[in-house]
T-cell receptor
């Protein structure tokens, strides 16, 4: 049984570009959450998707958007990249009312 | 913003010793969870303690929760080199599958 998978592992972009990160949840899970972790900090909640809709959102600008597909996989899109968007982006999946399982993350570097 | 803070920020101990990390948080919670992170990769779930529980054990891990003081502690007994990692506490305020709010983490180094 595969756990949470994320792609790509690493990504390098330049300021102003757009990026899409992908997440496949653990088998049987229907909820996907995205977190941003800056170097030396704890993860910060970006948003959560359930039944293909954004269920909760953290304190992130509209440049951060997402999508959940009918198979429960999810994408995180970031537009107009800033240097400060450089971070580890973590995806977590869960089933309602259960613990969240995290993927290995995507390391985004913005130059 | 971060919900809480771990204390200490960094901890180095000899292999075989016990390691204790503390977490403080600011608002009422439904549960508190501890995660481990190796070398800036994904988070591994260690243990979940609910707001009506005071202590929980899992293998070499012991977690306590004091809701009156809004604090929790994680004890790792008989530490091993493989325990070297960053440890985070995370709180959930809703009832079921809500967002997690993480602390700042404790960097634990086990010296062989």
């Amino acid at each position: 049984d595969a756990g949470v998978t994320q792609s790509p592992t690493h990504l390098i972009k330049t300021r102003g570009q757009q990026v899409t990160l992908r997440c496949s949840p653990k088998s049987g899970h229907d909820t996907v959450s995205w977190y941003q972790q800056a170097l030396g900090q704890g993860p910060q909640f970006i948003f959560q998707y359930y039944e293909e809709e954004e269920r909760q959102r953290g304190n992130f600008p509209d440049r951060f958007s997402g999508h959940q597909f009918p198979n429960y996989s999810s994408e995180l899109n970031v537009n107009a990249l800033l240097l400060g968007d450089s971070a580890l982006y973590l995806c977590a999946s869960s089933l309602l009312s259960s613990e969240q399982f995290f993927g290995p993350g995507t390391r985004l570097t913005v130059l | 913003s971060q919900q809480g803070e771990e204390d200490p920020q960094a901890l180095s101990i000899q292999e075989g010793e016990n390691a204790t990390m503390n977490c403080s948080y600011k608002t009422s919670i439904n549960n508190l969870q501890w995660y481990r992170q190796n070398s800036g990769r994904g988070l591994v779930h260690l243990i979940l303690i609910r707001s009506n529980e005071r202590e929980k054990h899992s293998g070499r891990l012991r977690v306590t929760l004091d809701t009156s003081k809004k604090s929790s502690s994680l004890l790792i007994t008989a530490s091993r080199a493989a325990d070297t990692a960053s440890y985070f506490c995370a709180t959930e305020t809703g009832f079921g599958n809500e967002k997690l709010t993480f602390g700042t983490g404790t960097r634990l180094t086990i010296i062989p």
